[in-house]
């Protein structure tokens, strides 16, 4: 399947955990510090009943140069990283080697996984920054559903679609449709994890709402046990739309509150997880 994202993927993923970037920490990571932040630890807890991943094979849709599975295989997963970028891949195994551990990857377009894959996770696994690159939610969620074992779990955490429609704060630019799917086409320089960085990239994203991406996952045969929404997170995922509290976590706020001030305005949803779980028996 082909994809207009699939150059300037190859294009971040050279780049990301070369330590030109803010995010991909490629020294934290093998000094032992995992990559996940709070929600993905407690996506991971509500999924496993709090057992933790060790032992479960986990698939890690779009797991681009592979920190979270990384992560996982430390605590004693097998995880199966899957991306369509082979440089993503040849990257992820580079730092799984660094860090003393073992993943496989797959490369293949998560709208479409490989059939071979059939059956044989326990838990699939997409975080921050995935749904918004497939235009045929529907396929991904199947795709999902399909490597599965019945019974087996779904674990997404995600931007939250409300976030997305803004393109800038200062001036506040809502450019961005709140779901749809319709094709967003962007140019531009630079990557998430590093604003400055000196490549210029063209894109096609999908905007999706909280309610399609929720349709999608019962029309895949899931059941959905969790749908939370995130009003902090511990870092801002679109680099400059969130303000910085003074208890170091990041908040959406526009307008002013009630005593007139930006600082007392309500918080908006940043990020959700959403949890399901594949049934035993079609209804
Ligand atoms: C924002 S990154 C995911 C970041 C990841 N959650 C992390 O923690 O590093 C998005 C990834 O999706 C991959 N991707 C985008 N469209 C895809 C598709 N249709 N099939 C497979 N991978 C895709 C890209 O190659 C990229 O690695």
Redesign the pocket.
Known sequence: ?E?P?FDH?ET??AYHGTGSDRY?DVDALVAGHD?FTDLEENALALATSNNGVEGLDVIHI????A??SISMARRGARVTA????PT?LRRANEIAALVGVSIKTVE????DLPHSLDGRFDLAY?????LG??DDLNAWMHSASRVLRAGGHLVIVEIHPLTNVFGSRDPLIADFPYGGGVPFAWRGTGS?ANPNADFTTSTEEYPHSLSEIVQSVIDAGFELTRLLEHNDMAYDPHGDILDHDADGRYRFRIGVGPDGSPSSAATLPIAFTLLATKRTTTR
Do not use: C, E, P
């Open positions: 399947m994809s994202n993927w971040l993923a991909y990559s779009q797991s681009h140069i920190f979270d899957v991306d369509f970028s993503a293949s377009d998560s709208r997409a975080t921050i920054g995935v690159w497939i998430y």
